[in-house]
């Protein structure tokens, strides 16, 4: 049995344990033939020797991470913790500086973190066209905006258009107050958020008065042609098949669009059918238009969210099966 201490007075030791515990929780779960004692700003190892080597490898890296970006989720600490591959622990210590899509307000960088999304960073890079889908969470729409904003900052495009279709999720929303733009912009949220962790406040300001960054809804995109520009398509499955056409043949020939697309939230109504998995379907072929498609693994936001997505998977598959023995009857 050998007893070994590990400082933190680097960096906020409530950080690091989380709130009520809940990292250190996550790090004897890691750890489970090791007895783990938080002490101020110590945390006190026993058990084996290689027990408490492999441990003490992985609390540095957390610490090394929270030296850099100051905050860490319980995702990212069980991510970390998790980690056995070299290149996954590259990706959050930022220890590969060419991964960087884009460095955000306040030295944020914003990279591709897994492997699907680092395959949606090389298929935009070699194609005009992307489809990338996936479930929530796996990252698509931000990786798309972080591709935009890179190709903008390196002048490869002269503007970004961001657009979605105006559809209610499952909800009745009813009457919305305000002028057009109001309105909308309920629907167009994510976008803004993911910009906002991009691009300072400022300056963001500035490319939305001058146009350089424009967020419509679809409708919008009508009878134009968009060339010279990063055009993302978000939450395509809500689109019917006339509309994704008609988005598809607005591309201009010096442009780059992405189509994002969860096949689990479909809020059309239940008498249309998405456009988006007929187009992914008859164009994947097509030279310069790539697809990839994203999973739970992927999955970047609170850790519990990839265990949800398993478990309505789960249940999809078996009311899938009870079907078909139904059906067979």
Known sequence: MTDTIINLETVNPIEFFGVNNGKLDILKKKFPLLKILSRGTQIKLSGAPEQIEDAKEKIELLIQYLQRNGHMSENYFEQIL??????????????????????????????????????????????????????????????????????????????????????????SLGFLPGDLKEKIDPYLRPLYDALDDMIPADKLGYYMSTRTIEIAPLAYMRGRTLDNAFIILDEAQNTNDLQIKMFLTRIGPSAKAIITG????????????????????????????????????????????????????????????????????
Request: glycine share 6%; with cysteine.
């Open 82 to 171: 998790g980690g056995d591959d070299e290149k996954v622990i590259d990706n959050f210590l930022d220890r590969n500086p060419n991964d960087v899509l884009v460095f955000g307000p306040n030295g944020k960088t914003v990279r591709a973190r897994t492997q699907n999304q680092k395959l949606m960073v090389q298929a935009c890079d070699k194609n005009d066209i992307l489809f990338a889908i996936g479930p929530a969470g796996t990252g698509k729409t931000y990786t798309a905006v972080a591709l935009a904003v890179r190709a903008l900052k390196n002048k490869l495009v002269k503007k970004i258009i961001l657009t979605r279709p105006a559809v209610e999720a499952g909800e």
């Open 262 to 329: 969860d096949p689990t939230q479909i809020d059309l109504p239940k008498n249309q059918q998405s456009g988006l998995f007929k187009a992914a379907r008859i164009l994947r072929n097509i030279d310069g238009i790539a697809y990839i498609e994203l999973d739970e693994e992927d999955v970047v936001r609170h850790r519990l969210v990839k265990s949800i997505i398993k478990a309505y998977n789960k249940d999809d598959e078996a009311q899938a099966k009870d079907l078909g023995r139904h059906l067979q009857r």
